[in-house]
């Protein structure tokens, strides 16, 4: 057996073929003061790949700040420190082998199974002695059976792998479903996205890479492929060429999205798929932004940040974004009908001559029409595939399903709305434009769907506009690309050049049917050829030329044009086929000094005819005074007889730069032609002591074509102002902000002014007890509002449950509903004002070792404010459109290592619109005291005392209004017993009256004895009871769950019992069961048995 064959069968031992299948997903929920589990919609967790993010500031919730249950989908003892608001959990799973939503899975008790202030530790394993490796890490496999019939299977792995296989052969990797980055916030410049699932062997000069490859091929201006993908890739660098190929599956869908910004607004800007679908998730790092032709920068501190989650961009103050801003946006995004398969290979040949280079590349993208993903089809919907051809038709399939607790009824195939749980039938809508025949309207409950007769003359055209959803799912037609690219290079000398370029595409739009397959095959030539000239003492010159022909049939697979080519050419759109373009130009330099060039070109295709000629010239004098000038003219032909005019001159002196462009096109349509002009100056300066800052001033001119001349339409203006100073060790400023305002010389158009700004201020002194830290922004966006949907589950699996009694959702541990918050249509634009600020002193960095040495303050400060009108009415609450406030004050003492006492204050306040249903608020002022003590060694305790007074207004439900006074008290208490056993008892009183209304009074008060027992050298069994009484005196069933944390009136008892096992630090056992007797909602038992092997 020789080594290459044994690697690779070494490597298909250690790779778990799942970790290719891991699936990513995201789920959104709401945040209140009570909030403690949380149920996720899938099962099989990944634990450490969760990622809980604030969606007010995106920041990211610390990892030893919750615990999760990867078996159950569960996320408990969370320690949020945030107020009410929306969060957003980013996790992957396994897709396991068979169809769970075949079984009937039972929740489980929120119990420590994973936790992930833990998930460091790891388990170092000696390798064979044959074998030169180190390895650390674990892998388990989880079988769990529920007391009610449900089963469900879970595995992980985490594995970090580097050494000497054998002789020559070399391995290194990461194989693990911890700390892998699924869906980052895409804040930050740099995505760690080197913790990826990859197992990489070197044998020579060849390496195989296994998991998560970022996979880019470069072979010239046709075939420049970059994707993320999961699969295998080989390469091999041989003597005389090199050898690369790959079998994968995709990780998204590539597209690109091209639109104008809107004055004053940074955003969010949403991402659409190929479709026009919003509903999607970008994957992370895959991004390409581009804002009139240049590359942006993604980070907070850069050009933009981006919402991974749900495709939206914001741009920072960093840049000017107005109505006249070109924004192009490549990206890939994992809304897949199909399993997409990627086959690719590539020969290069180089090491041959040193002149001359050849390569050659096949790819395919082939969707797997047979395992389609989140949807079954049926025979019928295949012979539908087979009869619709390539022609684009759009298929459908019905989500119309029998659910004893759906929401929906049939009569006469229209389905009719009768009330959560009330109906026979559920279903899932989608918006499918002017077919649509069902309307959503929202209610005190979140939102269902009406039907609209579009048929019947009564019935407004408003609401037949708004019918735009159906109870079906568009199919996609499953699709392969085909694609074989060659190119050849000839290069006789350092000073002379020749590429040369060929590509075959074969675009089957419907692999399920062979008809319209006549014009699935195209081709694309590209020639070019560059000679430098030296002229010694007078420079030199570079004369070039290029030729690219496609038929109408070509397709790429990437991009193959430049970011601005509609605009370069004057074209309609930049998907123009069947295109011929021969360019040629001269370059002239002069020692650095001086630059002249001149280009042109001619563009032939189905749909346009134009030319372009591009003069461009760079003076440096005494490299102080710089003069740059450009001019360009576009003539077309094709479709109309148009001519554009650019022109750009720069003058600079030292810090100074002065600039004028005007652009000017006359076109037979009115409506095309238009000029304008603009006049920037700018200042920049960088002193020694670490002060950057830079002024720019900028006005633009738009004028419009009419029939006796030229009209002005706008007049711009704006000042942009930077400032950044960085003093290590003590202080950082980074200041960014603009005006901008602009005029319009129509009456019938309003006015715009906006402001957009952000200071970030850290004061970090070393050593120092005190540090502080702020950011204040300012800005035009569009507020997007939300939509909750509450999704129907097993008792025990979600984390709400319906309260009949105020008509509305409430959190609830064990319950039978999940929440999603998805963006819903409704943009509203807003001026945001932001301040965040928090401040530390630590007495614990003070000389002194007196009582003030054991104090610390802790203050935060959130405020976010939204309005409609000027900027100054930021400063006027009750001028919000949204608002959220957040104040905390804490102080501290720690006396010695058995005591620990803490003193707060919060208050919040979210009010607003945000909701489609209406305006709602919610304030809430707490008070607590915290007092943590070791009584003796094997004794501790844990007091809280909390006064809560809340205020909550909802227009659309006035049972939820109300104003409550709340006092709770805790006590926890821990022994010891021996060197392992443990026994707590843990007690809760909370007294609650609503101060309005009808006067209610309330007190819940429970009890949790729990015991834990070791057995043997690694067996532990425990068991606990928990009574909770919850009493009232307005004779209803529930009362405010700000008060009894959703539990009804009247008694509670639960009890519980489970038993944990290692046998030989290898194989873990866990069996549990728990019991439960609530009013209203009656009798539940939990359970199941977990197996785990650690290796």
Not at 475 to 500: A, C, D, R
């Amino acid at each position: 057996m020789n080594r290459l064959t044994r690697l690779i069968i070494i490597l298909a031992l250690f790779f778990d073929y799942n970790t290719f299948f891991q699936i990513s997903d995201i789920d959104t929920f709401e945040v209140h003061a009570d909030l403690d589990t949380i149920y996720l919609k899938n099962k099989n967790i990944i634990p450490s790949s969760v990622h809980i993010i604030y969606r007010c500031d995106s920041l990211k919730l610390a990892i030893d700040s919750f615990k999760v249950n990867s078996i159950e989908g569960l996320i408990y003892d969370i320690n949020f420190n945030k107020d009410t608001g929306i969060f957003i959990i980013e996790y992957k799973y396994l897709d396991l082998d068979f169809d769970l939503r075949s079984l009937k899975i039972v929740s489980q008790s929120p119990e420590i199974i994973y936790d992930a202030k833990k998930s460091d530790k790891s388990v170092s394993v000696a390798g064979p002695k044959e074998f030169n490796i180190v390895k650390s890490g674990n892998i388990f496999r989880r079988i769990t059976f529920s007391t009610n019939s449900g089963i469900s299977m879970s595995s992980g792995l985490n594995l970090k792998l580097s050494g000497e296989l054998a002789d020559g052969i070399i391995i290194n990797g990461v194989l693990s479903d911890q700390n892998i980055p699924i869906q980052p916030e895409g804040n930050t410049q740099a995505i760690s996205e080197v913790d990826r699932i990859f197992l990489e062997a070197k044998l020579g000069r060849s390496k195989i890479v296994l998991g998560d490859i970022d996979y880019s091929v470069n072979r010239g201006r046709l075939f420049n492929y970059n994707r993320k993908i999961q699969g295998i890739n080989f390469h091999s660098n041989l003597k005389y060429c090199e050898v690369d190929g790959s079998a994968a599956v995709s990780r998204g869908e590539y597209n690109t999205n091209y639109f104008l910004g809107q004055d004053g607004n940074q955003g969010p800007y949403q991402l659409t798929g190929k479709n026009g679908e919003k509903a999607i998730i970008v994957l992370a790092g895959t991004e390409r932004v581009w804002l009139d032709g240049r590359k942006l920068q993604r980070g907070e501190n850069a050009d933009y940040i981006i919402d991974y989650s749900t495709g939206q961009i914001t741009f920072t103050p960093n840049v000017v974004i107005t109505s006249n801003s070109r924004i192009t946006v490549d990206f890939q995004y994992s809304d897949l009908f199909y399993s997409k398969n990627i086959l690719s290979g590539n020969i290069n040949l180089s090491g041959l001559s040193d002149k001359l280079a050849f390569s050659f590349s096949a790819l395919q993208e082939k969707d797997d029409k047979n395992n389609t993903i989140g949807i079954q089809l049926t025979k019928d919907d295949y012979k539908r595939m087979k009869t619709v051809g390539s022609g684009g038709e759009r298929i459908f399939v019905s989500t119309i399903k029998k659910d004893s607790n759906g929401a929906y009824i049939l009569n006469d195939s229209v389905l009719v709305y009768v009330g959560n749980e009330n109906g026979s039938y559920s279903a899932a809508f989608y918006n499918i434009g002017k077919k649509g025949s069902y309307r959503k309207v929202y209610s005190d409950n979140g939102y269902y769907f009406e039907y609209v007769d579009k048929n019947d003359p009564l019935v407004s055209n408003e609401l037949k506009e708004e019918a735009v959803y159906s109870p079906a799912r568009p199919i996609k037609l499953p699709s392969s690309k085909n694609f074989y690219h060659t190119s050849l290079i000839y290069k006789p000398s350092n000073k002379f050049n020749v590429n040369g370029e060929f590509a075959i595409s074969n675009f089957d739009r419907n692999i399920a049917s062979s008809l319209d397959d006549g014009n699935n095959i195209g081709s694309a030539l590209n020639l070019s050829m560059r000679r430098i000239i030296d002229l010694q003492n007078f420079g030199k010159t570079i004369l070039w030329t290029g030729i690219r022909s496609s038929d109408k049939n070509f397709r790429s697979v990437v991009r193959d044009r430049e970011v601005e080519f509609k605009r370069k050419w004057n074209l309609k759109s930049d998907t123009t086929v069947g295109e011929k373009i021969i360019e040629a130009g001269i370059d002239y330099s002069l020692n650095n000094n001086f630059d002249f060039s001149i280009e042109g070109g001619h563009l032939k295709s189905f749909e346009a005819n134009s030319n372009r000629l591009n003069i461009k010239s760079n003076f440096d004098l005494f490299n102080n005074i710089t003069f740059n000038f450009n001019r360009e003219n576009i003539r077309s032909i094709l479709p109309r007889n148009e001519n554009w005019i650019r022109e750009n001159y720069t003058l600079g002196y030292k810090w100074i730069t002065y600039s004028y462009c005007s652009e000017l096109k006359k076109s037979p349509l009115i409506k095309n032609s238009f000029f304008f002009y603009k006049n920037s100056l700018s200042y920049i300066k960088q002193t020694r002591t670490g002060l950057k800052y830079s002024i720019v001033l900028s006005d633009r001119l738009d004028k419009t074509k009419i029939e006796s001349g030229w009209k002005k339409e706008s007049y711009l203006h704006y000042a942009k102002f930077s400032m950044l100073f960085n003093k290590p060790g003590l202080f950082n400023s980074d200041f960014n902000m603009y005006f901008q305002r602009k005029k319009y010389f129509d009456q019938a158009q309003s006015d715009l002014s906006a402001i957009i700004g952000r200071w970030v201020i850290k004061i970090r002194p070393r050593r120092k007890p005190v540090s502080l830290s702020s950011v204040i922004e300012l800005g035009r966006k569009n507020m997007v509002k939300k939509e909750k949907l509450y999704i129907k589950v097993p008792m025990g699996q979600g984390n709400y449950i319906y309260d009949s009694t105020y008509s509305e959702f409430i959190p609830r541990e064990n319950g039978d509903y999940i929440l999603r918050i998805i963006p819903s249509n409704e943009k509203e634009p807003v001026n945001d004002g932001k301040l965040n600020l928090n401040v530390l002193v630590g007495g614990h960095l003070l000389k002194s070792s007196g009582f003030i040495s054991h104090l610390r303050y802790i203050g935060s400060i959130r405020l976010q404010n939204r309005v409609k009108d000027g900027f100054s009415e930021l400063f006027k609450i009750r001028n919000s459109v949204n608002r959220i406030i957040y104040i905390k004050n804490e102080l501290r003492y720690n006396g010695n290592r058995i005591s620990d006492l803490s003193i707060g204050i919060i208050n919040k306040d979210n009010s607003g619109n945000l909701d489609v249903r209406g305006y709602e608020e919610y304030r809430q002022k707490e008070i607590y005291i915290k007092i943590r003590k070791n009584v003796s060694g094997n004794i501790s305790n844990e007091t809280i005392l909390k006064n809560k007074r809340v205020e909550r207004f909802a227009e659309y439900n006035a049972l939820v209004n109300r104003k409550l006074n709340i006092y709770d008290l805790s006590n926890s208490i821990i022994f010891l017993i021996g060197d392992y056993d443990k026994m707590s008892f843990k007690y809760s009183f909370v007294s609650g009256r609503q101060e309005t209304y009808n006067k209610i009074k309330a007190i819940k008060s429970s009890f949790r004895f729990s015991y834990d027992k070791k057995v043997g050298d690694k067996g532990v069994v425990g068991s606990f009871i928990e009574i909770i009484d919850v009493k009232t005196n307005s004779g209803e069933k529930s009362v405010p769950w700000e008060i009894s944390n959703g539990r009804m009136v009247g008694c509670t008892f639960g009890w519980g019992l489970n038993f944990m096992r290692t046998y030989k630090d290898i194989l873990n056992l866990r069996l549990r069961y728990e019991g439960w007797i609530e009013p209203v909602i009656g009798n539940y038992q939990i359970g199941g048995l977990d197996i785990g092997a650690v290796l």
